[in-house]
């Protein structure tokens, strides 16, 4: 089991930003890859975010691409999503994910553990 709390969600003006942590504990921190996603009231949960195991590579949608920048530090056991310039449009709850390296990172079934999520709103 990977246990997974995030933190740092909050009200920010539009072109912002805001600095999500995921905390995890349990399972070796190192051998999952990491992902963010989010989801909007009456939306499907979107992949927003990735990092490899190592934090050599990185994923982003194409929505956040050069605004968004994820890291991990696995001596730590922590992950952290940069956002910068953020849009109305980026106002969701905020998942981290941790997951098998064999599975995709771009789907929630690549996933075997989630954090309770953390609300991020953006004003106009």
């Known amino acids: 089991q990977v246990q997974l709390v995030e933190s740092g969600g909050g009200l920010v003006q539009a072109g912002g930003s805001l600095r999500l942590s995921c905390a995890a504990s349990?399972?070796?921190?190192?051998?999952?890859?990491m992902g963010w996603f989010r989801q909007a009231p009456g939306k499907e949960r979107e992949f927003v975010a990735a990092i490899s195991w190592s934090g050599g590579s990185t994923y982003y949608a194409d929505s956040v691409k050069g605004r968004f920048t994820t890291s991990r530090d696995n001596t730590k056991n922590t992950v952290s999503l940069q956002m910068n310039s953020l849009k109305p449009e980026d106002t969701a709850v905020y998942y981290c994910?941790?997951?098998?390296?064999?599975?995709?990172?771009?789907?929630?079934?690549?996933?075997?553990?989630w954090g309770q999520g953390t609300q991020v709103t953006v004003s106009s």
């Open positions: 349990g399972r070796t921190f190192s051998n999952y890859r």
């Open positions: 994910a941790a997951g098998p390296v064999s599975r995709s990172y771009y789907y929630t079934w690549g996933y075997s553990y």
